[in-house]
């Protein structure tokens, strides 16, 4: 007999087949918000880096809930995300299959780090990308060329993104040298102020603040946590069979009838499972920490101790965060020191939820390898008074 909907339903979603390894490392944006000409010029979307999690102690702000003006804890996940440098502008015309991208116009400088991009193995290349194209800005025809480039993105194209990408650099959690790279949309104004808008930009950095805010709700894309290849019962949670069973129990006890003679598609097979591309709505923004400013430390107006966002002993499988971070509720695609697309929500944000003021109590920084039952150094030395030599 074959599966109900509801008293017996299927075991896993066909939605996500194939279930393959993803076939790019960073997360793709589909789609991007739509545009609205009437507002001013802005940039939809930044990467990040997931660091790790902790916990929060909120107060609800929900009338008619049970929980309203009670204290609630909850899981929130640290993305740091240092600011972004615009290295370039593409611009795309509406056909009748899509976008196709008429002109890209590249910054003049580019830095070690993005040209690594275009390179497979950079220490034995020539690291010759991008000479020849910035002695364009050098030379009278040269910058006559890129203007009428840019003129030509302003007369005709409808969609215009900018190149950016990340200063890998100062990412002291990493050991990849390579930046990562990608195309974010300009929303806001026509096309002339777009093109414009990206071009004041060039070989500056923009930082997270200027794309997102506290308490916005958020798309996260990116790549999940590989799992390698995994059997039927982990991959896809189907039912294991009786323990007498011959010759294993963790399988599908029938893949499919005599006939058709072939095995349908919507049978659970082991395989690949994680590392897969996948897209999380509605990620709520409660906090956003700059580096060098107050915001940058754990400190609430209910818990004034003095200490910086990053857990004693540093994040497991990562270190510290010393850059602009995200503070997100709940979880988040990916392990640790994984790259993850940020990027502005697509629906017009209507629900109680989404409108809540998020007013911390309190952010734990108790050490996350093992029990940690201090939140600060100072209070461990206090507690446990002088060690002998």
Same mark, same amino acid.
């Given at each position: 007999?074959?599966?109900?909907?509801?008293?017996?339903?299927?075991?896993?979603?066909?939605?996500?087949?194939?279930?393959?390894?993803?076939?790019?490392?960073?997360?793709?944006?589909?789609? +991007?918000?739509?545009?609205?000409?009437?507002?001013?010029?802005?940039?939809?979307?930044?990467?990040?880096?997931?660091?790790?999690?902790?916990?929060?102690?909120?107060? !609800?702000?929900?009338?008619?809930?049970?929980?309203?003006? @009670?204290?609630?804890?909850?899981?929130?996940?640290?993305?740091?995300?240092?600011?972004?440098?615009?290295?370039?502008?593409?611009?795309?015309?509406?056909?009748?299959?899509?976008?196709?991208?008429?002109?890209? !116009?590249?910054?003049?400088?580019?830095?070690?780090?993005?040209?690594?991009?275009?390179?497979?193995?950079?220490?034995?290349?020539?690291?010759?990308?991008?000479?020849?194209?910035?002695?364009?800005?050098?030379?009278?025809?040269?910058?006559?060329?890129?203007?009428?480039?840019?003129?030509?993105?302003?007369?005709?194209?409808?969609? %215009?993104?900018?190149?950016?990408? *990340?200063?890998?650099?100062?990412?002291?959690?990493? @050991?990849?040298?390579?930046?990562?790279?990608?195309?974010?949309?300009?929303?806001?104004?026509?096309?002339?102020?777009?093109?414009?808008?990206?071009?004041? +930009?060039?070989?500056?950095?923009?930082?997270?603040?200027?794309?997102?805010?506290?308490?916005?709700? %958020?798309?996260?894309?990116?790549?999940?946590?590989?799992?390698?290849?995994?059997?039927?019962?982990?991959?896809?949670?189907?039912?294991?069979?009786?323990?007498?069973?011959?010759?294993?129990?963790?399988? !599908?006890?029938?893949?499919?009838?005599?006939?058709?003679?072939?095995?349908?598609?919507?049978?659970?097979?082991?395989?690949?499972?994680?590392?897969?591309?996948?897209?999380?709505?509605?990620?709520?923004?409660?906090?956003?920490?700059?580096?060098?400013?107050?915001?940058?430390?754990?400190? *609430?107006?209910?818990?004034?101790?003095?200490?910086?966002?990053?857990?004693?002993?540093?994040?497991?499988?990562?270190?510290?965060?010393?850059?602009? +971070?995200?503070?997100? @509720?709940?979880?988040?695609?990916?392990?640790?020191?994984?790259?993850?697309?940020?990027?502005?929500?697509?629906?017009?944000?209507?629900?109680?939820?989404?409108?809540?003021?998020?007013?911390?109590?309190?952010?734990?920084?108790?050490?996350?390898?093992?029990?940690?039952?201090?939140?600060?150094?100072?209070?461990?030395?206090?507690?446990?008074?002088?060690? @002998?030599?």
């Amino acid at each position: 007999m074959s599966h109900r909907k509801f008293e017996h339903p299927r075991h896993g979603s066909l939605g996500f087949l194939p279930r393959k390894r993803a076939s790019r490392h960073r997360g793709k944006v589909k789609a +991007f918000p739509r545009d609205d000409p009437a507002k001013p010029c802005r940039l939809t979307a930044f990467l990040g880096y997931k660091a790790g999690m902790t916990h929060i102690v909120r107060e !609800v702000e929900k009338p008619g809930s049970k929980l309203h003006k @009670k204290e609630t804890c909850e899981a929130v996940t640290v993305i740091e995300a240092p600011p972004m440098i615009v290295v370039g502008v593409v611009g795309y015309v509406k056909t009748p299959r899509g976008l196709r991208s008429l002109s890209t !116009v590249w910054a003049q400088h580019l830095s070690e780090e993005v040209k690594r991009r275009f390179y497979k193995n950079w220490c034995k290349s020539k690291k010759k990308a991008f000479t020849k194209y910035s002695k364009k800005y050098e030379s009278e025809d040269g910058k006559k060329d890129i203007h009428a480039q840019l003129e030509k993105m302003k007369k005709y194209c409808s969609v %215009i993104r900018v190149l950016a990408h *990340t200063q890998i650099r100062k990412m002291k959690g990493l @050991k990849q040298k390579k930046a990562h790279l990608m195309e974010i949309q300009v929303n806001g104004g026509d096309a002339a102020k777009k093109v414009d808008y990206a071009y004041s +930009f060039f070989e500056k950095q923009i930082p997270v603040d200027a794309v997102f805010q506290k308490d916005e709700m %958020i798309d996260i894309i990116g790549v999940t946590k590989g799992k390698g290849y995994e059997g039927v019962v982990t991959r896809w949670g189907v039912t294991r069979l009786p323990r007498k069973t011959h010759r294993g129990l963790r399988k !599908v006890a029938c893949i499919g009838a005599w006939h058709p003679a072939r095995v349908s598609f919507t049978v659970a097979r082991a395989g690949q499972n994680g590392y897969h591309h996948r897209t999380e709505l509605n990620k709520k923004i409660y906090k956003l920490g700059k580096s060098g400013q107050e915001s940058h430390n754990a400190m *609430t107006e209910f818990d004034r101790t003095e200490k910086d966002i990053t857990p004693m002993g540093g994040f497991p499988h990562y270190g510290v965060v010393k850059d602009d +971070f995200l503070l997100i @509720k709940g979880c988040c695609v990916g392990p640790k020191k994984r790259v993850v697309t940020l990027r502005q929500s697509l629906l017009k944000q209507t629900s109680r939820l989404a409108m809540e003021d998020i007013k911390l109590k309190f952010i734990d920084t108790s050490s996350k390898f093992g029990h940690g039952r201090f939140q600060t150094t100072q209070e461990k030395a206090k507690y446990y008074g002088r060690l @002998k030599a």
